[in-house]
């Protein structure tokens, strides 16, 4: 199973493809798409959409998945990273990908066992799965690669139940 995490945002998407066979999981793909701050915002819009359909055709994700929405404070912020989600939306369902979405908590306890768990524990959880010589940057990247971690071992887990295990 080939799945694609997504961390949106106007400024910075990050993005990481891990694969899982058998149990085997491994980083296939990890980047930024980073958008200027002076580009009118329609283009960063497009800019993201065009690059999110790119990395679909090259590495044809079998699910991608992104964390859910939740902002108590910053309206300005929930509003363009609500956008970046629409558009990268708009690819996947164009290119037949399904979504799974996760909360940080979620997120937090399938790679910490802890719900409140730092940036930096769950960085370094990422790390260590995926055998990598150094912690992912920017955060954005790393925060995609533990959204698609989360997804392989979820996904894992109701195989087990399924199967009554």
Do not use: W
């Amino acid at each position: 199973m080939k799945v694609l995490g997504l961390d949106p945002g106007l400024a910075t998407v990050g993005l990481a493809i891990i694969e899982e066979n058998n149990g085997n999981i491994r980083l296939e793909y990890s980047d930024a798409i980073t958008t200027p701050a002076k580009t009118p915002h329609a283009k960063r819009l497009s800019s993201i959409y065009t690059k999110i359909l790119n990395i679909l055709d090259m590495y044809k994700p079998d699910v991608a998945v992104l964390e859910k929405l939740f902002f108590n404070t910053n309206v300005t912020t929930a509003f363009t990273v609500g956008q970046a989600r629409g558009v990268i939306q708009l690819a996947l369902a164009q290119k037949d990908v399904d979504v799974a979405e996760y909360t940080p908590m979620q997120v937090k306890l399938s790679l910490t066992g802890y719900g409140h768990a730092e940036k930096n524990q769950i960085q370094m959880m990422v790390k260590q799965v995926l055998k990598l010589p150094e912690i992912l940057k920017p955060d954005d990247v790393a925060d995609a690669a533990a959204i698609a971690l989360t997804h392989c071992f979820s996904y894992k887990l109701e195989k087990l139940k399924m199967r009554g295990l």
